[in-house]
Nanobody, 122 residues
Framework: QVQLVESGGGSVQAGGSLRLSCAAS????????MGWFRQAPGKEREGVAY???????SYAASVKGRFTISKDNAKNTLYLQMNSLKPEDTAMYYC????????????????WGQGTQVTVSS
């Protein structure tokens, strides 16, 4: 079965950096789109960054230029490098992957990790 396990969250001051990791198993990792999502208390979950099976990348406007998504197919691991963190980046961060290969449509994201908390203080 598909398993996604996030790590790397923590508490930092504004302007700091964190690197999140997501270890994937149970499926053909390289064929599926993967993404990072976040949800702050009282807010809806939002997409942060996506990377397709062919390496195409997209970011939410709020993180573009500060966050970098990458993946290591040999290690079945997804990363999110977060720099210049702001208090508004505080949220639970989740990695997710699609049930169908080769698509990054939001409705295709079907498997989720348990999340890792990121807290940014001012």
């Amino acid at each position: 079965q598909v398993q996604l396990v996030e790590s790397g969250g923590g508490s930092v001051q504004a302007g700091g950096s964190l690197r999140l990791s997501c270890a994937a198993s149970g499926y053909t990792y390289s064929r599926h789109c993967m993404g990072w999502f976040r949800q702050a208390p009282g807010k809806e979950r939002e997409g942060v960054a996506y990377i397709s099976s062919d390496g195409s990348i997209s970011y939410a406007a709020s993180v573009k230029g500060r966050f970098t998504i990458s993946k290591d197919n040999a290690k079945n691991t997804l990363y999110l490098q977060m720099n210049s963190l702001k208090p508004e980046d505080t949220a639970m961060y989740y990695c997710a992957t699609t049930a169908v290969p080769s698509t990054c449509l939001l409705r295709a994201f079907a498997y989720w990790g348990q999340g890792t908390q990121v807290t940014v203080s001012s």
